[in-house]
């Protein structure tokens, strides 16, 4: 049993090894060579051109200003949210904490595009509808610009810091809160000298994670950046790739390398942060209920508050796109914009080859990719989770090493890695890059199952004679059903709509959603951008119905037999 377990973990270790560290290699590699067909020509030309780059000093200060104040959005939204969610008396919790975390359902690349449509400086509709309504000669807000990048990446990131902050709000004792009321401390003081020292671990990681999301962020400075000439590192990198008549890909490697490196750095302060935070449970007993402190006056306007972050997150992003779908050019809405409704821009997108083709590499990628990885997952998880060794360690830290991925870096990286093999600009190339970033997301909930199911059942089974494989398919894969179909989903979810990987590996015959919706807002034609989105969360939400479906079925024949 302990050689069976032994041979598992060291190939799943040369796999998972090959997928996480092997683009990394050949980044470092590719960083110090002339170029694509000169590899091996060894060289620190790239490194000096890329660092002395006049351009390259704004665009570092682009990025941090871009980064640092998204993600001090995200987490200050998402402490807001947890706190009221969590610790208040503040009507329909259940909802509010769904849609704390529903734009995680929404492709990044939609969720931009949404408000350039709204806010962009010369037909966004929102802008429109103020100039109409004020007389106003210009528009009043500019999405094409630092800030409005930082309020959509801000918007988008909050679901993830909530993530981590909402639960930590719950976990600690609430008699420290209420010693410092006893000392005459009012809610505010109390709020500031206890609980925000206490949640200090969980706040820091929030934002060092929206950190690194804002690092590996394509969409919204695709989108919104790029129009403005405010460029910060994803979009530097990818005009050097993607644009003009020569391709420098070991320039984009060299640039690539130092992005890695503090994304890298950034995870493992994360992952301390994380580890130091469990010193800060104080819930000791199964009766504890953390206190709910009435809003009282605040019930009203703060409630108002949270529907409008609902209206902004959800229910305008999605509602812009389908208007957007409709009618043939933007406009405010009015009788006149409603009475030019049809499905035109709709039945160009179904009629036009490269969608359908789009269409069809997205759904083989998100179905075919996601079970690949569902497969991966459950031995990857069952190693960690089950065998307790230093080869095992190994394994988690490989496999966690995909999280501090930018997409766009580690493309490059990819791009170097298959180049000279016949994978390169292939389907193929793009699966195997999916299931490299994204299995971390695979492994997450499979782990989460597999703490659930005991030893003793695993041991029972081995007793009787059977074989580990025999023994993880009849007794062990029946009970792991939950943690598989959340995996699947979430895989599939992502796969459908990965745009940053894509952008870099894509070539004619393998482009995919997103990249062709990216092609359509650089071409300026809306409505079919918006036709196309509306069809990407269309089939995004069809995949987690049926997924979940099967997995009730499934689930409900194995209780049955």
């Avoid at 949270?306 to 796109?321: C, D, E, G, R, W």
């Avoid at 230093?390 to 870096?409: D, K, Q, W």
Wanted: proline content about 5%; charged content about 10%.
């Amino acid at each position: 049993m302990n050689n069976s377990r032994s041979k598992l973990t060291f190939t799943l270790i040369v796999i998972v090894g090959v997928l996480t560290v092997g683009p990394i290699v050949m980044l470092l590699l590719g960083s110090f060579s002339k170029g694509l067909t000169a590899f091996g020509s060894f060289t620190l030309q790239k490194y000096i051109e890329a660092y002395t780059d006049p351009a390259f000093f704004e665009v570092i200060i682009n990025t941090v200003i871009f980064v640092v104040g998204s993600s001090l959005m995200a987490t200050v939204l998402a402490l807001f949210l947890s706190y009221l969610n969590n610790r208040t008396d503040i009507p329909m919790k259940f909802m509010f904490r769904v849609i704390s975390i529903l734009p995680m359902m929404i492709p990044h690349l939609l969720f931009a595009v949404s408000w350039a449509l709204l806010l962009n400086p010369s037909n966004g509709m929102l802008n429109l509808a103020l100039k109409e309504m004020f007389g106003l000669e210009n528009s009043p807000f500019n999405v094409y610009s630092l800030p409005g990048m930082i309020l959509v990446e801000g918007l988008l990131d909050m679901p993830i810091a909530y993530l981590i902050i909402a639960p930590a709000m719950g976990s600690f004792d609430v008699a420290l809160e209420e010693s410092s009321r006893v000392f005459g401390a009012g809610t505010w003081r109390t709020l500031i000298r206890v609980t925000l020292p206490v949640l200090r671990p969980a706040i820091l990681a929030a934002f060092i994670l929206s950190i690194v999301r804002g690092l590996a962020a394509f969409a919204v400075p695709s989108v919104l950046g790029m129009p403005g000439r405010v460029n910060v590192l994803s979009t530097y990198l990818y005009q050097m790739i993607a644009t003009g008549f020569a391709p420098d890909y070991g320039k984009a490697a060299a640039v690539g390398m130092s992005v890695l490196a503090i994304s890298v750095t950034l995870i493992i302060i994360y992952r301390a942060l994380t580890a130091e935070g469990e010193k800060y449970v104080t819930i000791a007993g199964r009766g504890y209920r953390p206190t709910m402190i009435e809003l009282k006056t605040a019930k009203a306007p703060l409630f108002a508050v949270m529907a409008l972050l609902l209206f902004i997150l959800i229910v305008l992003p999605v509602t812009a796109l389908f208007y957007t779908s409709l009618v043939p050019y933007s406009m405010v809405p009015s009788a006149h914009a409603f009475s030019l409704m049809s499905w035109k821009h709709w039945i160009e997108v179904i009629q036009d080859p490269i969608s359908l083709l789009s269409l069809k590499n997205s759904l083989f990628l998100g179905v075919v990719g996601a079970t690949l990885g569902v497969l991966l997952s459950i031995f990857v998880a069952y190693v960690i989770v089950k065998v307790k060794s230093r080869a095992s360690g190994v394994l988690e830290s490989l496999t966690f090493l995909s999280f501090s991925f930018p997409g766009i870096v580690i493309g490059v990286g990819f791009m170097w890695f298959f180049v000279q093999t016949p994978l390169y600009a292939t389907i193929w190339a793009l699966l195997i890059g999916y299931l490299a970033t994204y299995l971390p997301y695979g492994i997450r909930p499979l782990a989460s199952a597999f703490i659930q199911v005991h030893a003793h059942l695993e041991e029972s089974s081995l007793v009787c004679g059977a074989s580990p494989l025999t023994t993880m398919r009849r007794i062990i894969a029946p009970l792991l059903i939950p943690g598989m179909v959340s995996a699947w989903i979430l895989l599939a979810s992502m796969f459908v709509r990965e745009l940053t990987l894509s952008v870099v590996l894509s070539r004619p015959g393998t482009e995919v959603l997103a990249v062709q919706i990216l092609r359509f807002a650089d071409d300026g034609l809306w409505g079919r951008l918006s036709a196309l989105g509306i069809i990407m969360i269309f089939i995004s939400t069809a995949l987690v119905i049926l997924a979940t479906f099967i997995g009730r079925k499934l689930r409900s024949m194995e209780e049955g037999s």
